[in-house]
């Protein structure tokens, strides 16, 4: 991170915590307020002996942030949600919303682009889940990544992401750009913030409107969270297939729920029955991940999405990751096993993808 100068310039604001912006174990920053810093390594957080001098410090140091990527922070924008010219991500809170002070999370960067193969290493999925999910992306099924709240729902999307052909192109549209795609053919967006007036914002629906015209092959959305969850629907039912996106959600089943609820946030009026059969035709997979109680992150389970059933969503269990026991060191051991067959084997067959049935029950 030292090495940008623009970089420098926020280290320096951020002197007392330094040492963890620039160690690569520490993913994350926690600041909650001037005398309470949490930091992040391997899924565990831990407390820190750092403090900032002063909340006026805290605060400016903040401020400086937004300044220096032309955001506000201040008594009409108590909220800052910025990316560093390094790709990590800063989100702060200032008094009187946050009531200890200020408050900031900084997500750091990850210098290389997490693989399949490193999914493997790190116990993430075996090698017969990196075979599902790489034939599923080259069937251009479309694909929800699920999970909570810091359990790799992102790094996952960039896997998934990286096993798209080389000559698709490829439309990117996130909050704050975090992805990291390989490919060639890849269309960037961003959205914006309003200005101190509350003019110019230009949210993630509005760049799905825009990305429609743009010839996309696939369309890559970092998360749906409101009524751009419509705009995708209505996209990947019109002949947009092998997109990619992901949503909070506590499984494969309410990933579908939670894609209904965004969607009726749309302020369109559309039956509850017309709008499930969009959902239920609209996405093919979900891919579940979670961190677990050990902190690490896995891909818990992989379900394919079936037809509705008395106008239920249905989903089918492909492949789950089951836990055993926890070893002496508190480290969780379980299992990754396929569980149920996929629909698309013969597809996969024809194409000459190698998805052996013999995998699968």
């Known amino acids: 991170m030292a090495q940008d100068s623009s970089n420098s ?8 915590i330094r040492v963890f912006l620039e160690d690569d174990n520490v993913s994350e920053i926690l600041i909650n307020g001037p005398d309470q810093i949490y930091v992040e390594r391997k899924g565990r957080l831990a407390k820190t002996e750092a403090r900032f001098v002063s909340e006026p410090a805290l605060r400016a140091a903040a401020t400086n ?20 010219p390094d790709g990590s991500r800063v989100h702060a809170v200032i008094p009187p919303l946050s009531v200890k002070g200020t408050v900031v999370a900084i997500r750091k960067f990850r210098k290389e682009a997490l693989t399949l193969e490193q999914l493997v290493h790190f116990e993430s999925l075996d090698q017969t ?29 960039n896997v998934l992401s990286s096993c798209i052909g080389p000559t698709d192109r490829i439309l990117v549209i996130e909050d704050a750009s975090e992805l990291q795609l390989m490919q060639d053919h890849v269309v960037s967006f961003e959205t914006r913030k309003p200005d101190a007036k509350g003019k110019g914002e230009v949210t993630i629906r509005d760049l799905v409107h825009s990305s429609l015209r743009l ?33 909070h959600a506590n499984s494969p089943l309410d990933c579908l729920s939670r894609l209904e609820t965004c969607a009726l946030l749309s302020g369109i009026e559309i039956p509850l029955s017309a709008l499930r059969s969009q959902v239920a035709s609209a996405i093919d997979m979900v891919v579940h991940t979670a961190r677990l109680s050990d902190g690490s992150r896995k891909i818990t389970e992989i379900a394919e999405v079936m037809p509705l059933t008395d106008g239920q969503y249905v989903t089918h269990p492909l492949y789950r990751y089951t836990m055993d026991h926890v070893d002496a060191e508190g480290r969780i051991v379980g299992k990754h096993e396929a569980i149920g067959r996929p629909s698309f084997l013969d597809q996969a067959r024809i194409e000459g993808l190698p998805l052996d049935p013999s995998l699968f029950p």
Do not use: C, W, Y
């Open 9 to 16: 310039f926020l280290v320096l604001f951020f002197e007392p």
């Open 65 to 84: 942030v937004a300044k220096s990527v032309n955001r506000l922070l201040n008594d009409e924008q108590p909220r800052l949600d910025a990316r560093l």
């Open 215 to 247: 010839r996309p092959d696939r369309l890559v959305i970092g998360e749906i969270r409101g009524g751009e969850a419509l705009d995708l629907l209505q996209a990947l039912n019109t002949g947009h297939a092998g997109s990619m996106s992901t949503i």
């Open 129 to 157: 889940g990196v075979t599902l999910i790489d034939v599923a992306v080259k069937l251009h099924k479309n694909i929800m990544v699920s999970g909570a709240t810091s359990s790799g729902k992102t790094s996952v999307l």
